[in-house]
């Protein structure tokens, strides 16, 4: 059939490639799966149910929820009768709740939580809007309720609804969560997202019809939502799941593939890596010499000879256990929405795990660049080469410039942003990068850039990805604007310093006291000197300050997509970071 509309695929996939776990989740201890024909099922009837409920097309419709199947059906739901659908981040604010309720003009809303629902029912300031639950939750009527009233419903009338939707409709608003100011609605058509899931599916090469899929990263977020839809297109059975189950999901699931961000792959490499204090003796020196092999391997550049034989030796005595326990069919990683560090992307690739590390945004529905899966091709650094149909070019000043279908259709209510946002058809991303041999590799955001009170122009996000690349660095924020010289707030990686201590004798009790110790500061203090080598002399960084906890999303620190919000930051550490320039 021809794909035209992003719920064409579910059609796509029942047609072609039909499965009995279309979409799956864990109820209580047991997984539950719906087979494609039960979600074509549901879909529709819940499309009957939207439009006796007084739904019309053009209708904007919240869905604010963790991953579940019926997140996907309603969505799907409404894109069949031409309802727009606008996703809300679970852990969106009150106030970012309440701006973009009343800034779309939601009519209907669904919510997955009480929490959530108690926060729309205050977002909304008494506004008529009917609200449905999508888990089971005390006075509120559920999904199923839709459900269940639209199985008697006209499918020819929703047949004819169906065919009068066009490619370049919109479907979706995305409030992007920026690092600063109000959350812009990013208006995407189903030809900007159907274009994208295509083009994925030709860049990655999935075995169509083959594979098994974790999702659990928000669907609110335009990165898993067209994930979804690219797993359906392929025949992929889509297994719902969180952050927080995410080891017993991996174990019990056993996926092929799933799309993370770098902060997730973090924590499971934190967690491989940890292993090493459960160790003693020889099987601890062995554990780490397998840990520095990964950390230093080049998928495009196989090891040979009597390195081959050390891979082969790694690989059958620690690499092996780190793929068991991701389940023991893991893959192929999707990682997009930050840097990912080459180190944690080279160990990966070495115990057999292909990793490709990708570029987009909301507003290019999200894709534009991606890695390849392939080891010959991979580049490691990079964000990889457009996908097909996707332009990519360089402004005189470095920013990077998109064309193609999967550009968005524009800000909603914002015509004189998305004006001054897409110029004869070309994106202007907000993003400094190079071309190296095709590949793309990011450096900064635009606006992100400071000057020094010398003149000198520093790029933050340049210098935060390369000394991420140590051992003992979580997080990261450069600053200096129109300071004498660059300095940084540091979040130290605390699992690796608490080995450290335990190496050199080092006592202390919490996180604070370590991060004062003399000989901590003094080690970072090294592999700050050791990464500031590969910069520029007005580049480096000359003081830093440790923190002992990590930003996060629930304190403000952190956007939703896990970029660093610095204006927050700064704001509330200014004490430090006057007290590293005030004798400068």
């Not at 279309?22 to 074509?40: F, H, Y």
């Not at 979804?228 to 189950?245: K, R």
């Not at 459960?278 to 780490?288: E, Q, T």
């Not at 015509?415 to 990011?442: K, S």
Request: hydrophobic share 40%.
């Amino acid at each position: 059939m021809k794909l035209e509309r992003a719920f064409d695929i579910l059609f796509h996939q029942l047609e072609t490639l039909p499965r009995a776990d279309c979409l799956s989740a864990k109820t209580g201890k047991q997984w539950q799966s719906l087979s494609s024909r039960e979600v074509m099922e549901a879909v529709n009837a819940v499309s009957l149910g939207l439009l006796q409920q007084g739904m019309v097309r053009g209708d904007k419709v919240a869905i604010a929820a963790d991953n579940c199947p019926a997140w996907t059906i309603v969505d799907l739901a409404l894109q069949q009768i031409g309802a727009i659908s606008v996703p809300l981040y679970p852990t969106c604010t009150l106030d970012d709740a309440r701006y973009i309720l009343a800034h779309a003009e939601v009519k209907l809303a669904f919510v997955g939580s009480a929490a959530l629902h108690k926060k729309l029912a205050q977002a909304l300031d008494g506004r008529s809007c009917p609200l449905y639950a999508l888990n089971p939750l005390a006075g509120l009527p559920a999904w199923t309720a839709l459900r269940d009233a639209g199985r008697h419903g006209d499918l020819r009338q929703l047949a004819a609804l169906r065919s009068s939707i066009r490619a370049d409709d919109v479907f979706t608003i995305i409030y992007t969560s920026g690092t600063t100011g109000r959350a812009k609605g990013v208006m995407l058509s189903h030809r900007n997202v159907l274009s994208t899931v295509i083009a994925t599916a030709e860049h990655t090469r999935l075995p169509a019809g083959q594979c098994r899929a974790l999702s659990f990263l928000p669907l609110s977020h335009i990165f898993e939502r067209a994930g979804v839809l690219y797993y359906l297109f392929t025949g992929t059975g889509v297994y719902f799941a969180s952050v927080d189950s995410l080891s017993t999901s991996l174990r019990e699931v056993r996926p092929h593939t799933f799309s993370a961000v770098p902060r997730v792959l973090e924590k499971v490499h934190d967690k491989l890596v940890g292993k090493a204090r459960d160790l003693s003796g020889w099987r601890r020196r062995l554990y780490l010499w397998a840990i520095a092999r990964a950390e230093a391997y080049q998928p495009d550049q196989p090891p040979r000879g009597l390195a081959a034989l050390q891979h082969a030796l790694a690989d059958r005595l620690v690499y092996r256990q780190w793929r068991a326990a991701m389940g023991g069919e893991l893959r192929w990683v999707n990682v997009g929405s930050a840097a990912l560090q080459p180190r944690l992307a080279r160990l990966l690739w070495a115990s057999g795990i292909a990793v490709a590390e990708g570029y987009g945004m909301s507003e290019t529905a999200p894709v534009i660049s991606a890695n390849p899966f392939s080891a010959k091709d991979v580049r490691i650094g990079s964000v990889g080469i457009p996908l097909k149909g996707v332009e990519l070019k360089l402004a005189d000043d470095g920013e990077i410039l998109v064309r193609g279908p999967n550009v968005m259709v524009g800000y909603y209510k914002e015509p004189a942003l998305t004006a001054e946002t897409v110029q004869d058809g070309w994106l202007h991303t907000g993003d400094i990068g190079v071309l190296e041999q095709g590949y793309l590799r990011i450096t900064d955001r635009k606006k992100e850039m400071f000057k020094t009170s010398n003149g000198k122009y520093i790029a933050p996000q340049l210098l935060e990805n390369k000394l991420k690349e140590s051992a003992y660095i979580d997080q990261i924020m450069v600053v200096g604007d129109g300071q004498k010289f660059a300095a940084a707030l540091i979040v130290p990686l605390y699992e690796r310093l608490q080995e450290w201590c335990q190496e050199h004798g080092i006592t202390y009790t919490t996180n604070s006291e370590m991060r004062l110790h003399p000989r901590i500061v003094e080690l970072i203090e090294r592999e700050v000197k050791r990464f500031n080598r590969h910069f520029g002399s007005w580049e480096h960084i000359k003081k830093f300050s440790l923190l002992d906890k990590p930003w996060c999303v629930d304190a403000g620190e952190l956007a939703p997509t896990l970029k660093l919000r610095r204006k927050v930051i700064s704001e509330r550490c200014r004490a430090l970071i006057d007290t590293m320039y005030r004798h400068a």
